[in-house]
Nanobody, 122 residues
């Protein structure tokens, strides 16, 4: 599976961005998708995950109520809608995929896209 993330950019605090993750390769429909983020000097941290059919989601406490993860199997795409952005959301965001079992640890995700930079100015 190959993943490609896009949609990052510079936004003011309180603004919104929508990240996209395009998949190619093996069957996308069976995969659980996740979003992680990383800032310099810190480990990559979990942001959100969505089940293979899009029916179940789970979020890090830091983004709950502001971010929404979704998955469109017909388009082989996953998304992360980010609202009410804060400066502390500034990071490189990565999309990832794995088998259907729920997981929040990056070590459990098998496939990774390249990152997309999100910068939130105060």
């Amino acid at each position: 599976v190959q993943l490609q993330a896009s949609g990052g950019g510079l936004v003011q605090a309180g603004g919104s961005l929508r990240l996209s993750c395009a998949a190619s390769g093996r069957t996308f429909t069976t995969l659980r998708m996740g979003w992680f983020r990383q800032t310099p000097g810190k480990e990559r941290e979990f942001v959100a995950t969505v089940s293979w059919n899009g029916g179940s989601t789970y979020y890090a406490d830091s983004v709950k109520g502001r971010f929404t993860i979704s998955k469109d199997n017909s388009k082989k795409m996953a998304f992360l809608q980010m609202n009410s952005l804060k400066p502390e959301d500034t990071a490189i965001y990565y999309c990832a995929a794995k088998n259907p079992v729920v997981a929040v640890s990056q070590s459990e995700y098998e496939y990774w896209g390249q990152g997309t930079q999100v910068t939130v100015s105060s």
